[in-house]
């Protein structure tokens, strides 16, 4: 494989997204591909203190410094891990990307839409995924499945993710190229089929 690819995992927590990335490199390995998987935030040692100062800082944060600290993360980690993965020829999966950004501190969070995609692209070099596969459910499943013991982001409350649910839904419609919907209602394996049919579209197109 001469090029790397880019593909990002986006969708609730609760939605299946993580063991989808991990059954996707485990799968794509065995074909003989090179594979590297990752996450945002929280990737390198940086992100990784970024990481706890997002989801278990029991401090208040403010809904722009946390907006900032998340790009901040995506800089590092874009520099650092991703653009030379891509540029060895290797497959990125990654756990979250510039999507997140926009439906939670977006749609969910009430930052300017146009001012985060603006942001994002800064932050990114203007590196954008091959693919993003966007595992949906409801609001009520996707808090059913995370259980009683939540990060900050997701003890935020129903409407708040209602909101980046939505939010995600209309990014998926402004970029259906790019965006692939999942239902993740289905069982783990039927979600799977979905991922590994659309995956394969992408590797044929080259």
């Not at 497959?91 to 926009?102: A, F, G, N, P, Q």
């Amino acid at each position: 494989m001469k090029k790397g690819y880019f593909i990002t995992f986006e969708g609730a927590d609760g939605s299946g997204k993580t063991t989808q990335l991990e059954n996707t490199a485990s799968w794509l390995t065995e074909q003989g591909f090179n594979v590297v998987t990752t996450r945002e935030p929280g990737a390198l040692d940086t992100g990784k203190k970024i990481r706890e100062l997002l989801l278990n800082n029991e401090n208040f944060v403010s809904d722009r410094a946390e907006m900032f600290l998340f790009l901040a993360d995506r800089a590092n980690h874009i520099e650092l891990f991703i653009e030379p993965n891509l540029k060895a020829g290797k497959i990125v999966l990654c756990d979250r990307h510039t999507d997140s950004t926009i439906a939670y501190q977006g749609y969910g969070r009430g930052q300017n839409i146009q001012l985060l995609k603006d942001l994002n692209k800064i932050a990114t070099g203007n590196i954008r995924p091959d693919l993003t596969l966007l595992y949906d459910v409801s609001t009520q499943t996707a808090m059913k499945r995370v259980g009683n013991i939540k990060d900050r982001m997701e003890a935020i409350g129903e409407e708040f993710h209602n909101k980046v649910r939505n939010g995600y839904l209309q990014l998926q419609k402004e970029n259906p190229s790019r965006i692939k919907l999942i239902d993740a209602n289905n069982s783990i394996d039927k979600v799977f089929d979905n991922t590994k049919k659309i995956i394969n579209e992408l590797l044929k197109r080259g």
